[in-house]
């Protein structure tokens, strides 16, 4: 099976907070070579943005991302695509049914898809703090303090850095305890592929700021892949 890995576009209402940063009508061209090309598109979660206006009130959040992204909603709206929520979208979990994983075996490779987030101890043991966290940075962005919101942002980085990611290191414990060949997430915003022994760890990287970081996934020929740009 050809597969396609997309997460972290964080599609907003617009303004400053949007980080998604491309234009709609184009990205449906991206969206539209995928699906030309593979069988199955996953969304591994944060493909919405709920956190940044309102504390409390993510399921009108997510409805008007939706509205003002409405092109791309509909592109989403297909069965080829498996929508996986994450935690800046964890309430399509409650509206929408999403889930907060995804497996898939085929041609003998069993796959476990995840956001990430369940092994970022900050995200998974302190979300409400986490979900604060975003709603100031927003403020930041909206009171134009970017360089603020910047610095911020680059303690993130590196907290969640290749050498020592949290996110890497839970999705290969659950590959040892599920039984999968693959585990792919996203959430660090960090595309990466690294093998410990027999398992492989994938991480999509983001859809957001301008970015087009995907993964292939071709189970037949056992080829997984990074790409940024298509």
Known sequence: MQVAVISDLHLGTGGS???FRHDDH???GFLRFLERNFEKIVLL???WETLTRVPGAQAAELRLAQEHHHEIAR???????????GNHDLVAGKVQGAPAEYALECDGVRILFGHGHQGDDLCSRARLFSEVAVWLGAWLRRLGLAPIYSYFQELETRRTSAEACPVRRWALEEASSRSADIVVTGHTHRPAKAADENRLFLNSGSCSEGNINFLSLDTKRSIFEVHSGY
């Open 75 to 85: 592109q989403f709206s297909k069965p080829q695509y498996q929508y996986v929520h």
């Open 45 to 47: 979660g944060d493909i």
């Open 17 to 19: 907070t949007d980080a």
């Open 26 to 28: 184009e990205f449906v």
